[in-house]
């Protein structure tokens, strides 16, 4: 092995000699030389592709199993705030729909009775602003609004992290 092309003296000498490229050419042929490759069976490949298959089976099973559970907890959660919601959303729709109709109706009464007493636009403009800010200042209306705007909030955090943006696309 001492007289090959590539034998460890020459690598050595080369290495010592800082001359990379022939240092690299010596090791390659004294490691091609000394380090036999392995064999690999006939039937590795056939034992590794049945375990791929089997794993790619079951994660398939799992995900049955998983996206059928996530969508049977979804429609029952969907049932059950549809039963339990719809009474308190008719009852906010038709407290809304009321105060909308008093708000319409106070201001038209005002209205007509500031254009009998001679009163000019701005003093109407005055009450009906006045009476959308009774309205707006109603705690139902007050707590309704809040409620809503917490709801929104958490629907753009879920949004967002459902979307995975990262902080790369922020800049």
């Known amino acids: 092995m001492n007289d090959a092309p590539g034998s460890y003296t020459r690598w050595r000498a080369a290495e010592a000699g800082e001359r990379d490229d022939d240092a690299d050419w010596a090791f390659r042929t004294v490691f091609q030389t000394t380090v ?49 919601g719809t009474g308190w959303a008719i009852s906010l729709a038709s407290s809304a729909f009321i105060a909308l109709l008093n708000m319409v109706i106070a201001g038209t009464v005002r209205g007509a009775t500031s254009f009998q007493a001679g009163a000019g636009v701005w003093p109407v403009v005055a009450s009906l602003g006045r009476a959308a800010a009774a309205l707006a200042t109603d705690p139902t209306v007050t707590f309704a609004m809040i409620a809503l705007s917490a709801l929104a909030i958490a629907a753009l955090v879920a949004l967002q992290r459902l979307l995975g943006s990262d902080q790369e696309s922020l800049q």
Request: proline share 6%.
């Open 36 to 84: 036999p490759e392995p064999v690999v069976s006939p039937d590795f490949t056939a034992r590794t592709m049945a375990a791929v298959a089997a794993a790619a089976a079951a994660d398939a099973r799992r995900a049955r199993r998983v996206r059928a559970g996530v969508l049977t907890g979804c429609a029952a959660g969907a049932a059950a705030a549809v039963y339990f």
